[in-house]
């Protein structure tokens, strides 16, 4: 509920945004008034936070002397994207050709996760990770890092040094993988323990208990993640499960007493609100029982799936059990950077599923649904009073071509269409974290 004051003065307003503003308040299958618009609206902010979101011509001749006032007229502003489940390692190896799930993590993924012991490429990649995400209107992401405890400490002084929010972790790997790459229980409880005390709820950082997936942890090591989960309350935990056919019959393997891949993370209680697993595809429905009874979320990963070509997510299964969504680049396995054509990929998944994804309820995946999948939707998603202001400035007319495709769309949910199957980077104007422009194309 916006509380609007009658006034401006400098205690209630330091910085205004005017621009089209567009931000979700509900789910938009739920509601038709799920979301927000304003054609000519000012944002104001004090020290980072949105005090109140208003028709500008209203309001615009009250800001105080001394404010700061972005003009973004003609441009749309939504809150910044938020990536569910990515891993900035693997930057550097994005678009590395043709495999399935199993061989491109022996033939790729740990080479490249090796130079992460190096503490200086480590930081390189760190850097060049985080600029990515502001260059997309990314202003969130949940990271997987290496094994190396270093690589931990890059990606979150990177994040910091911009203010941005972050999820990360250490990866736990302590079998099924090369011997550089592996630690023990011992050792990653250890190591955690040290990463969670420098970096979990420091500045916009929260920790999340990595294990990369259930075949390279040991049964002793899923103990650990499950220890650390209940030591330390608000910790995050980050998965992935059921991705590929020849991964979820080798976890059978491994855990024949387990009645599913997801029922081994439920056997050593890694479900639970700020669980996040990727990909989800081959789950079944008491899986999907299980995910919502618990809270667990979904990071939905479609240019990774069709990628890796491990099959096709189902939408309409997570909505029919009220599961918590978000949508995630899972970079790279995924082909983009870019939460615009993450979009586009969740929108043609769905249409190889015979379901639907409205433009409406990609932008609340990427936003709004994001945070709520990842339990910070008190912090950021929207615009509502006393939220952070990350924000992204799109310009709809970027390219040609979609200047050509905007004047002739009439209404807000075809221009947003337009701008998820044709938006990328390009579109990408600013970006602002806690009102701060962090990012402006060209500088
Ligand atoms: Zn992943």
Known sequence: MTVVPSALDQDSCDTAIRASFLHFVAD?????????YFDDGLMILKQGRVQMLVDAAEWIDMLPDGSALYDYSGRLVMPGFIDTHTHYPQSEMIASYGLQLLDWLEQYTFPTEEKFADREHADKIAAFFCDQMLRN?????????TVHSESVDAIFEQAQSRNLCLVAGKVMMDRNAPESLRDTAESSYRDCSELIRRWHLNGRGHYAVTPRFAPCSSPAQLEVCGELLNEHPDLYLQS?????????????????DSRSYLDVYDSFGLLGPRSIYGHCIHLDQA??????????????????????????????????????????TDVGAGTSFSLLQTLNEAYKVCQLAGQRLTPLKAFYLATLGAAESLYLDHRIGNFAVGKEADFVVLDLSASDLMQCRMENASTLEERLFALMMLGDDRCVQATHVMGKRQYSRGQ
Do not use: K, Y
């Open 287 to 328: 899986d999907r029982e299980r995910m919502a009874a618990s809270g667990t979320a979904i990071a939905f990963c479609p240019t990774s799936n069709l990628f890796l070509g491990s099959g096709l997510f189902s939408l309409d299964d997570a909505r029919a059990q009220d599961i918590r969504v978000g949508i995630a």
């Open 137 to 145: 209107g990314t202003t969130t992401s949940a990271v997987f890092a």
């Open 28 to 36: 938009p299958d739920h509601f038709s008034d799920a979301c927000e």
């Open 240 to 256: 992935h499960v059921a991705e590929n056919r020849a991964e979820v019959d080798w976890v059978a393997e491994l855990f024949p």
